[in-house]
């Protein structure tokens, strides 16, 4: 970790100070992280996309291609561009469709009482789900509507024909822009299968073609398997409303035992979070000397624990390695995605055990203790059990940074409508007047990862930052919700950064203007919320008519590629930014992502290498929606306050 070798400074390795200050601590010891792998090997410059293109997809190649040249078979650098693009997206898809597979399947066991420590905590978004799946709930048990909708959910995986029954939760401008294109999903599995097929040697070539395949396989996630996980989530685990928590590395505690949730799905770790306080537990911890038993997260899960329950996101993806460094880790349970390989040889180096539990990940380095249908509490204690067991162990002093930050999570759609319209009349309407009216410009996501090619949080949280100054509702998830909570964004004094038109509006209805809506699967959530918003009236009858805009400003995944492909099917400008999308040597891939889908589906995906240039350019894009609804206004709003003042007086 020695940093000044190399004369790369901290700060620019990370926006965070207590991952700094822990690289500090480090940095005479040889205990490699990502950061220095990042350093140690570059990118390879074919594979990224930057300077021309390899094809992998048979044994004649791997083939290099660059400008007019093509493989061994033909293919041109646009097909290559759009197949290796478009297996990507099939792989996001399917991590995040899997994931929700596997909460459909445990809505039926938890129906049928096979899943011991879960509960139906939301029955009446159970209710809400059934209808959107045409299920019949009148005078039925609440069991049997779980039942029938988790058969029904798992069958939308499978579904060969017809539609993906979710997606006539969209607006129908949308869905008829989907079926006009032929791009309505049949089925999650289907799509996915059918890219890996569609780009295998000799099939697919058309560049275009094979992207409108990438787009039918991502609204297939978005509107169908991650917003099943999502909708399941909230049923088994309550739908959140606003919490307050505290985030960061200080948040681990040396006189406890610190366990960390990290991974994905939340299933296990509500049963270890719940099981924390029991005092059977707490005991045996007080027994080896530790004053209490203390969950905190990292990644995804941690954001599922957080929106329900207030558990502490210590970190986001780059702050893995960095936290198990504090030396104060008891124990670390992962479950799947986004969960570093280079844990299992890091953990040796301290006390920490790695416990994996997924019968879907295996880490060399870590202990297996699979989670299966029926045994989720007594695997809970016995992994709780573990890390006290691990507490006397403790290897030298332990290094907690004192660096906290107070935050407020737990904005589902519902929960917004809720604060926005009240007990008894929930509505998106004040919103919508708040955009008509110019108090609110509009509305930017900016979602997803970290990136070790660029400065760990640096550009969500300098892009959240500038967008609230100029009156931009900001809504995150993902990594990018820990990255902004970590530097102290979501406290409530943040309001002070937000402009005078949005901090009025927070004002009146008591919300800040950055919302941390979830994890990644969560990212359905902000389509529901333009669906309805859209539905309140007054800005188009479609999501491709709101001042909207998505960023992903340190992507890495390709779960990320799947999101940015269904933000920008559902008719919004999307934008990349850090590491280039793979396909930016292809001036005609390029082309179709950004015109061609403009055209078909009212919405684009492009990269932007320079964080102003695309502040400027997701700044221009919402203020010509504006004009193009004609309420291009702050003017019009002067007008207004001035009417206002007028009428006053003379009353
Ligand atoms: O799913 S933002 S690094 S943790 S992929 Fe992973 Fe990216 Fe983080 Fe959540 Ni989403």
Known sequence: ??????????????????????????????????????????????GSGISGICCKNCAMGPCRVREDKTGLC???????????????????????????????????LVAEGKAPGLEIKDEFKLL????????????????EIAKEASDKALSIFGQQLGEVDLIKMAPLKRQEVWRKNNVVPRGVDREIVEIMHRTHIGVDQEAEHILDQAIRCAIGDGWGGSMIATEITDILFNTPRAVNAKTNLGMLREDEVNLVIHGHEPTLSQIIVELSSDKELLDYAKSKGAKGINIVGICCTANEILMRQGVAPIGNFLSQEIA????????????????????????????????????????????????????????????????????????????????????VAGFSHEYIKYMLGGKFRESFRPLNDAIIDGRIQGAVAVVGCNNARQCHDKYHNFLTRELIKRDYLVVLTGCAAISTA???????????????????????????????????????????????????????????ELPVAGIAPEWMSEKALSIGTYVAASGIYTVFSGEPI?????????????????????????????????????????????????????????????????????V
């Not at 207590?18 to 220095?36: C, G, L, Y």
């Not at 959107?132 to 069991?143: A, F, H, T």
């Not at 403009?598 to 919405?603: D, E, L, N, S």
């Open 1 to 46: 970790m020695d940093k000044d070798k190399n004369k790369i400074s901290y700060d620019q390795l990370s926006d965070d100070k207590a991952v700094r200050e822990i690289m500090e601590k480090m940095a005479a010891s040889e205990i490699q992280t990502v950061f220095d792998r990042a350093q140690a090997m570059k990118c390879c410059p074919i």
């Open 74 to 108: 033909g293919a041109t650098m646009a097909t290559i561009a759009a197949r290796n693009l478009a297996r990507h997206i099939a792989a996001g898809a399917a991590a995040h469709s899997d994931h929700g597979r596997d909460l459909a399947h445990l809505l039926g």
């Open 128 to 143: 809400k789900f059934a209808k959107n799946l045409d299920i019949e709930i009148d005078n039925r048990d609440v069991k």
């Open 324 to 407: 198990v460094m504090t030396g104060a880790i008891e124990l670390m349970v992962v479950d799947i995605q986004c969960i570093m390989q280079a844990l299992g040889k890091l953990v040796k180096n301290f006390h920490t055990t790695l416990v994996t539990t997924s019968p879907k990940c295996k880490i060399e380095g870590s202990v297996h203790m699979e989670f299966k249908d029926d045994n989720g509490p007594e695997l809970a204690r016995e992994i709780i059990k573990m890390a006290i067991d691990n507490f006397p162990k403790r290897k030298g002093k332990v290094h907690i940074p004192d660096v906290t930050s107070d935050l």
């Open 486 to 544: 970590k530097c102290g964004l979501m406290e409530p004094e943040a309001l002070k950064y937000a402009g005078e038109g949005l901090r009025s509006i927070c004002e009146a209805v008591g919300i800040p203007p950055i919302l941390h809506m979830g994890s990644c699967v969560d990212n359905s959530r902000i389509l529901t919320v333009l669906s309805e918003v859209v539905q309140e009236g007054g800005l188009g009858e479609d999501i491709s």
């Open 582 to 650: 793979p396909v930016e040597s292809s001036e005609e891939v390029k082309k179709i992502m950004t015109e061609v889908w403009q055209k078909k589906y009212g919405g684009q995906l492009e990269y932007i290498a320079d964080i102003e240039e695309l502040l400027d350019k997701v700044i221009k894009v919402i203020q010509e929606k504006r004009k193009a609804l004609k309420i291009d206004t702050k003017k019009e709003r002067v007008l207004l306050d001035m009417e206002a003042r007028r009428t006053l007086k003379d």
